[in-house]
């Protein structure tokens, strides 16, 4: 969305005051900047990385910025804090004023930023505080920023589905959920129910973390090397860089469900889904409750099968094609095209390709799509946001002091690297979830995006509500590469990986 400022015009100069001091300022149109010295001080201010918007009174350009917050002491540095400060730039004359003005305007609106958005709140997620992250720390920096908002918390489960799936999209450059990464994937199934879809679904779409696991947030600033917060959050959203963003189809039968984040079953998802009692915790809730987990550690009976990524062919055992067909014939094409309007998952035939399968009992499988799935568990460092395809973490046996040692550092993804833990990529899978060991009569939960798509017999009874999929036949995933597009903080090279 967001294009370089202008090169072509010519730099003003001027001798104004900033802040009350008298300076002579530049504005470069050509590199975006303007700049003056104060003292010994070199200030330069960019435009397109450090300015929300202006404002003209008389002789007084109020500028809007959001800029390095200042060392508080030469032992304690502000490590990458942003905050909100006004420039006061004084000017010698009403004219000077307005040229000036208009010409910051220009290098503005040349950044192609967002102008209207639609704010989704939930004012249930996470710690329940989203309603006051919006006003307390979103609103400002949109209304420094210009940008209209048209703001809807919600007041239901699938509330944030049905507002995407019936809401006027021309009249928005963007969704924003200030949420957890559960009212996102609402927003993306949302889109993809509607009859225009193919259009729908560019749709840039944003998130502020007020969730508990806020895993999309921190990995988009986290892939730039900036600071994870709610202010950097929302300000990447007012710049308007946008990256794709894989969709991952899951399927069974009829039923059908579509993923940005993450599918886990076995220990994460029972952690995740179970915990659900301690949210008065916030994320921390995840922590406390993987310890007591470990200590009574469950491992689930099962099979995986999956077409793997290049470079990966070696995981697992070979499937022949009929050992997949055979599987759930009415499930083993992707159903793109056919009878309803909607969107039925990638158009990717599945036979042909080279399936393989490893077999349980697991203590967990994980499926990402982007690095960090909670905000301090780096599970699949090598996740990318638009590869087209899905990192697989395998944990099959593993004594429990050796997966305590993993969870303690889990924020650093180096539990890869353990020989107790398979990570592959895959192209396609198809989970068959089983019954726990030791215990027949008690099944997983298979939890997609902190939704439960399925859940066996006597699994959590906190959750009363009807899952979507049935718990033991093949559940399959797809991957629609690159198919959602995500507002997404720029690095200082302006440089995205994938
Ligand atoms: N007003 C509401 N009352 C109850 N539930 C709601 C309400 N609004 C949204 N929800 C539901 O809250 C759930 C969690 O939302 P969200 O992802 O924002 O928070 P979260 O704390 O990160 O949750 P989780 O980690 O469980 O996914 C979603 O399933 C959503 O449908």
Redesign the pocket.
């Known amino acids: 969305m967001a294009s370089k400022t202008q090169t072509q015009a010519q730099a003003l100069t001027e001798r104004i005051q900033v802040d009350g001091d008298p300076v002579e300022a530049v504005l470069d149109h050509g590199t975006g900047e303007l700049r003056w010295r104060s003292g010994d001080d070199d200030r330069r201010l960019f435009v397109e990385s450090e300015m929300l918007g202006i404002e003209m009174k008389g002789m007084i350009i109020t500028i809007r910025a959001f800029v390095d917050a200042p060392e508080r002491c030469c032992f304690v540095s502000s490590s990458g804090r942003r905050v909100r400060r006004d420039f006061l730039l004084e000017m010698p004359s009403e004219t000077s004023a307005m040229i000036w003005t208009e010409r910051l305007k220009d290098c503005i609106d040349s950044l192609g930023r967002p102008k209207r958005l639609f704010i989704i709140v939930?004012?249930?997620?996470?710690k329940k505080v989203a309603p006051q992250i919006f006003q307390n720390e979103v609103r400002p920096l949109m209304e420094a920023a210009g940008i209209l908002y048209t703001v809807q918390e919600?007041?239901?489960?699938?509330?944030?589905q049905e507002i995407a799936q019936s809401m006027n999209l021309d009249q928005y450059d963007g969704i924003v959920c200030v949420?957890?990464?559960?009212?996102l994937a609402?927003v993306v199934n949302g889109l993809l129910q509607r009859e225009d879809w193919h259009t729908a679904i560019k749709m840039p779409l944003g998130i502020v973390p007020a969730?508990?696991?806020?895993g999309m947030a921190k990995s988009l600033l986290d892939s730039v090397g900036q600071v994870y917060s709610i202010s950097n959050a929302a300000f990447s959203i007012i710049r308007g860089h946008t990256r794709k963003l894989d969709v991952a189809s899951i399927l069974q039968g009829e039923a059908q469900f579509f993923s940005v984040l993450m599918l886990t079953w076995g220990f994460m998802a029972d952690v995740?889904i179970e915990s659900?009692k301690y949210?008065w915790m916030g994320s921390a809730r995840i922590g406390f409750y993987s310890l007591l987990r470990v200590m009574n550690l469950r491992k689930y009976h099962g099979c995986v099968k999956f077409v793997p990524a290049p470079g990966y062919e070696l995981y697992g055992e070979p499937l022949c094609q009929d050992e997949i067909s055979k599987d759930n014939p009415h499930m083993q094409e992707s159903r793109g095209g056919s009878r309803v309007q909607h969107y039925h998952g990638p158009q990717t035939s599945l036979q042909g390709m080279e399936w393989r399968s490893i077999n349980g009992p697991f203590v967990l499988v994980c499926l990402n799509n982007v690095p960090w799935p909670v905000e301090d568990v780096l599970l699949a460092p090598e996740a990318k946001f638009s590869d087209g395809y899905l990192d697989m973490t395998i944990i099959r046996d593993c004594p429990k002091t050796a997966l305590l040692m993993m969870l303690l550092k889990m924020d650093e993804g180096d539990h890869v690297k353990s020989d107790y833990v398979m990570h592959l990529k895959v192209k396609a899978l198809r989970l068959e979830p089983g019954q726990c060991v030791g215990n027949p009569k008690k099944g997983g939960i298979v939890d997609c995006d902190?939704?439960i798509i399925a859940r066996g017999e006597d699994a959590c009874s906190c959750h009363q509500q009807d899952s979507l999929m049935a718990y033991g036949p093949p559940i399959q995933v797809t991957v629609d590469k690159g198919l959602a597009t995500i507002f997404s903080p720029r690095d200082v090279c302006g440089f995205e990986s994938l």
Do not use: Q
């Not at 939930?122 to 996470?126: A, E, H, Q, R, T």
């Open positions: 939930n004012p249930f997620g996470g919600t007041n239901h489960r699938l509330h944030a949420s957890g990464d559960g009212i609402e969730g508990t696991s806020n995740d659900e949210r902190g939704e």
